[in-house]
């Protein structure tokens, strides 16, 4: 395990070490007694700052988070952050503390963390330290507060999303005390940022059985996100959500679609099903989801009724119509609608269609804008022109052939004539 960690980090421990006392603590301790890789190191050091600086005058160093203690220091090109152990207190915004008080003292340091399996620490000779019993918990997949877990979550009300996240992707239990300290302070979650809550949200969304979590955890996720305690409420759409996220691959803008599809207008006692993306597209804004996810998800929901058949024009057209994104709808509607069989029968489709170049874009259509315009036709008319010509190659009314094209299109104004 000691092997395992980068030759800066050491590097780190061992200047520190010489006058002072430094260890690993956190995310790489935890992931590597599980045997899980980790990039998450963090140096600890009974250090102050100024001293930390002292002791790597010889490097690059800034003060990343000189008020929290934390300072960078630069070693081969790679920055490593090292903090100071610390006493916190006073939480007045459920996330930072008012007072931060520096100590030489490991334990008290580690008394502030989160979770006792996040508290463990490793020495630079590979010896461990696990006051609170870390290990333990590890054995036994356990997720337990440091502590009395109603302080550690009124402290910073973001640890009762991480607490889930870690249940979720480590496939461990949250221990009763910590679950009932958890849903007891979760209004809390009304302090911390959106954007923090979203991006806990979203590692929760892609863990397996996250159809079970989501239901266990409503109440939860609810607090900021009340649309979902609305598509709670309606029975059959909440086990057709449950159902679908079950059967889906973990993939978050599968997902993410498949719970908001479902957003209702509520209208007296009658639901009247949104025919459109613009409910979620609002949603999504106020939970501050990054543009390429809510672009994906809104399209995913925006066309989550049109037709998907294994016929060879229909599928020409939604290649058309979705371009290089249609593999993701494919995938999607799978997860959504579409039986193995019929899901089978459109790839292979699009495989021959593909594999054969045959033309289904305007890209590969035999003419183009400069062809139309010798022609006399300018304008919007290049467009809607160019388009009607790739509809009858799809459907089959006409070889994707320049002259053969530009035949039946010559054909067709005379007619119009």
């Known amino acids: ?114 979770f006792t399996i996040n508290a463990i620490c490793m020495k630079q000779d590979g010896e461990l330290i696990d006051y609170f019993e870390g290990q333990e918990d590890l054995k036994n ?17 973001l640890r009762i999303m991480r607490a889930i996240r870690f249940s979720a992707t480590l496939g461990f239990e949250i221990e009763p005390e910590t679950k009932a300290a958890l849903f007891g302070e979760r209004q809390n979650l009304r302090k911390i940022s959106m954007e923090r809550f979203i991006q806990e949200f979203q590692k929760i969304v892609v863990a397996e059985q996250f159809d079970h979590l989501l239901n266990e955890y409503l109440d939860v996720f ?17 086990n057709r959500i449950l159902n679908d996220l079950h ?7 599968y997902r993410l679609a498949l719970i908001f599809l479902h957003l209702s207008r509520f209208n007296a006692d009658k639901i009247i099903p949104m025919q459109s993306a613009s409910t979620f597209l609002m949603l999504a804004k106020r939970l501050r989801m990054n543009n390429e996810v809510t672009g994906t998800v809104a399209r995913f929901i925006q066309n989550s009724q049109i037709e998907l058949t294994p016929d060879k024009v229909l599928v020409k057209k939604r290649l058309n119509q979705f371009g290089d994104s249609f593999f993701d ?58 388009n009607q010509c790739l509809l009858w190659v799809i459907e089959g009314q006409v070889d994707n052939n320049k002259y053969k094209l530009l035949d039946k299109l010559n054909e067709t104004l005379k007619g119009r004539n």
């Open 329 to 386: 709808y494919l995938g999607f509607r799978k997860a959504y609608d579409l039986n193995e069989d019929i899901y089978d029968k459109i790839s292979k489709q699009v495989s021959d269609i593909i594999g054969r170049q045959e033309c289904f874009s305007l890209k590969q259509l035999a003419i183009n804008g400069s062809d139309l315009k010798q022609m006399g036709i300018t304008g919007t008319k290049v467009s809607s022109t160019l």
């Open 1 to 114: 395990m000691h092997n395992q960690i980068p030759k800066q980090i050491k590097t780190c421990l061992n200047e520190l070490n010489q006058k002072y006392e430094a260890v690993l603590v956190g995310g790489y301790v935890r992931d590597a007694l599980l045997g899980r890789k980790s990039k998450d190191y963090d140096i600890a050091t009974s250090a102050t700052p100024e001293q930390v600086k002292e002791v790597f005058k010889r490097y690059t160093t800034f003060d990343s988070g000189i008020k929290h203690g934390t300072v960078t220091v630069v070693i081969d090109l790679h920055p490593v952050e090292i903090t100071t152990y610390r006493i916190e207190s006073g939480y007045s915004d459920s996330r930072h503390p008012d007072q931060i008080e520096f100590t030489t003292v490991l334990k008290k340091d580690c008394m502030r963390r989160d």
């Open 247 to 253: 059967d889906s691959p973990a993939v978050l803008t």
């Open 141 to 157: 997949k356990i997720i337990r507060c440091v502590g009395n877990p109603k302080e550690r979550f009124y402290e910073d009300a």
């Open 222 to 238: 609810s607090v900021m996100i009340p649309e979902l305690k609305q598509l709670s409420e309606i029975p059959a759409v909440w």
